[in-house]
């Protein structure tokens, strides 16, 4: 079953398709127009922002802080009751140095706020939080799939790996284009049918 959408959609190989395609049109208007420019960087206002364009064409949840537990695995996302406090902590973490900004995106990550679309929202935010704060982005087609997986599902405990992962694929090409698509080219890479499920409140 697909979760409920505004395309009407009752397959979830359909939805998958239409939600990247759909996404990536949306994703490109948002840097073209610099839009992303002027959110807050590192804040969870910029996230809801970039997260409510990519998909308010596709979800009626867009921008909204999920009202479901999830789970991946043997490993749940931040409880719903903690979810709006964890946020405001996330908030107020420190974003000055590379590992203090990778330490904010692995618990953004672990707030994981959103139903849907979480991955590609916060690959947007984290690049958008590179750039402003130590003018280098990820070239994400540098990172390896199974790599990144790994070293994402071990941060919680450590957070080494994801930022050995990461760092490896820094660049400079704060304004191109090309690198910046690649984080959403790679959505089916690091997300495509990927298994959440909901846990009843």
């Known amino acids: 079953m697909a979760l409920e959408n505004?395309?009407?959609?009752d397959s979830s190989a359909d939805l998958a398709r239409e939600e990247e395609r759909i996404s990536k049109k949306k994703a490109a208007e948002l840097f073209e127009s610099g839009m992303l420019?002027?959110?807050?960087?590192?804040?969870?206002?910029?996230?809801?922002?970039?997260?409510?364009?990519?998909?308010?064409?596709?979800?009626?949840?867009?921008?909204?802080?999920?009202?479901?537990?999830?789970?991946?695995?043997?490993?749940?996302f931040a409880p719903v009751m903690y979810l709006e406090a964890a946020l405001e902590n996330i908030d107020k973490m420190p974003q000055n140095t590379f590992?203090?900004?990778?330490?904010?995106?692995?618990e953004m990550n672990i707030a994981h706020p959103f139903r849907e679309g979480n991955g590609r929202s916060t690959r947007i935010w984290l690049d958008l939080l590179l750039?402003?704060?130590?003018?280098?982005?990820?070239?994400?087609?540098?990172?390896?799939?199974?790599?990144?997986?790994?070293?994402?599902?071990?941060?919680?405990?450590?957070d080494i790996e994801i930022k050995?992962?990461?760092?490896?694929?820094?660049?400079?090409?704060t304004d191109s284009r090309e690198i910046?698509?690649?984080?959403?080219?790679?959505?089916?890479?690091?997300?495509?049918?990927?298994t959440f499920r909901t846990e009843e409140l």
């Open 180 to 194: 910046y698509m690649k984080g959403i080219d790679h959505s089916y890479y690091y997300e495509g049918y990927t």
């Open 6 to 9: 505004k395309l009407g959609l």
């Open 37 to 76: 420019d002027a959110l807050k960087a590192g804040k969870f206002s910029a996230l809801r922002a970039i997260h409510k364009y990519l998909f308010e064409d596709i979800y009626e949840f867009a921008g909204e802080i999920r009202t479901v537990n999830l789970a991946k695995g043997n490993f749940r």
């Open 131 to 158: 750039k402003t704060e130590i003018g280098r982005v990820v070239d994400w087609s540098r990172v390896d799939k199974e790599d990144y997986l790994m070293a994402m599902e071990r941060s919680p405990v450590k």
């Open 99 to 106: 590992d203090e900004i990778i330490e904010k995106y692995v």
């Open 164 to 173: 050995y992962v990461l760092k490896a694929a820094l660049t400079d090409e």
